[in-house]
Nanobody, 121 residues
């Protein structure tokens, strides 16, 4: 059973930093694109950042210059370093990844359970 497990969320004051981690586990042949989305109650889920297997990245305009996405392929893990946090960054953050798994013998999109990030002003 493939799963993504996030960690690192919590409560932080505005201007502070947090680092989110997401580890993929299970029977996988390869991990393609990995990313982070976030969702605020009553609003649509939005892309925060994504990184390809080759290391190319893209970011939402609202987080450019403040957030950095990275990955450690040896650990099947993606990270999101969040600096200069603002109250509007408060949301549930979801890790997602495109995985080629032994179970499906195809590339499919998987999601973590989400981790809460709360930024107090």
């Amino acid at each position: 059973q493939v799963q993504l497990v996030e960690s690192g969320g919590g409560l932080v004051q505005a201007g502070g930093s947090l680092r989110l981690s997401c580890a993929a586990s299970g029977s996988m042949f390869s991990i393609r694109r990995m990313g982070w989305d976030r969702q605020v109650p009553g609003k649509q889920r939005e892309l925060v950042a994504a990184i390809t297997s080759g290391g190319s990245t893209n970011y939402a305009d609202s987080v450019k210059g403040r957030f950095t996405i990275s990955r450690d392929n040896s650990k099947n893990t993606v990270y999101l370093q969040m600096n200069s946090l603002k109250s509007e960054d408060t949301a549930v953050y979801y890790c997602n990844a495109d995985l080629f798994t032994a179970q499906t013998m195809s590339v499919r999109n998987y999601w973590g359970q989400g981790t809460q990030v709360t930024v107090s002003s």
